[in-house]
């Protein structure tokens, strides 16, 4: 059994997938919920779902020492980015080597790096007028989106779409493929 931790920021709704496709799991234990902001919506979705969370502000994460030893309590060897809208710090990314992993709700290369997320993602990828988006699963490394792809799925657009559009059909591809991915990720280790 894998201990992973799921790292979001936000709403959560990718976070709650995941939780529920490995509720019955005999492989992969979703040990606990990290966040960075106390009023995300993720940490009443974890509660629901009876995962324990921690709330980990932007300033706590300086402190390697706090942020490991948590990691330790709950026996993690998997961290998992769902929506977590904060740089992985350098010692987190040594103390966990190719195990680290985050969903980019583009077709990286494009579209990636500092500034790009959420709807800014969206926006840049209508005005650019693309035929196609989708999303991307790579391993976290110090250069923001820059790591190694491990998994990349995508849809067809079309120039009716607006923003929103957009978004919807790239978030139901993370729906639909991104706890598969983490499944084989977590089988090959």
Do not use: W
């Given at each position: 059994?894998?201990?992973?931790?799921?790292?979001?920021?936000?709403?959560?709704?990718?976070?709650?997938?995941?939780?529920?496709?490995?509720?019955?799991?005999?492989?992969?234990?979703?040990?606990?919920?990290?966040?960075?902001?106390?009023?995300?919506?993720?940490?009443?979705?974890?509660?629901?779902?009876?995962?324990?969370?921690?709330?980990?502000?932007?300033?706590?994460?300086?402190?390697?020492?706090?942020?490991?030893?948590?990691?330790?309590?709950?026996?993690?060897?998997?961290?998992?980015?769902?929506?977590?809208?904060?740089?992985?710090?350098?010692?987190?990314?040594?103390?966990?080597?190719?195990?680290?992993?985050?969903?980019?709700?583009?077709?990286?290369?494009k579209f990636g790096g500092?500034?790009?997320?959420?709807?800014?993602?969206?926006?840049?990828?209508?005005?650019?007028?693309?035929?196609?988006?989708?999303?991307?699963?790579?391993?976290?490394?110090?250069?923001?989106?820059?790591?190694?792809?491990?998994?990349?799925?995508?849809?067809?657009?079309?120039?009716?779409?607006?923003?929103?559009?957009?978004?919807?059909?790239?978030?139901?591809?993370?729906?639909?493929?991104?706890?598969?991915?983490?499944?084989?990720?977590?089988?090959?280790?």
């Open positions: 059994m894998r201990n992973i931790a799921i790292f979001a920021s936000g709403s959560g709704t990718n976070c709650e997938n995941i939780i529920n496709y490995f509720a019955d799991s005999s492989e992969v234990n979703i040990a606990v919920v990290i966040c960075n902001k106390a009023d995300a919506k993720v940490l009443e979705r974890a509660d629901r779902l009876g995962v324990d969370s921690v709330v980990i502000t932007k300033h706590q994460f300086a402190d390697k020492d706090y942020v490991l030893s948590v990691l330790s309590n709950y026996g993690i060897e998997v961290i998992v980015l769902a929506g977590f809208l904060l740089m992985v710090p350098d010692y987190l990314i040594e103390a966990y080597p190719r195990r680290i992993i985050n969903l980019h709700p583009a077709l990286l290369p500092n500034g790009m997320y959420g709807h800014f993602v969206h926006e840049a990828v209508k005005k650019a007028g693309e035929t196609e988006t989708g999303m991307t699963v790579h391993y976290v490394t110090n250069v923001c989106d820059g790591g190694e792809i491990i998994a990349q799925f995508s849809c067809k657009l079309s120039p009716s779409d607006t923003v929103e559009d957009i978004a919807e059909k790239e978030h139901q591809l993370e729906m639909a493929h991104f706890p598969q991915v983490i499944e084989q990720f977590v089988s090959s280790l």
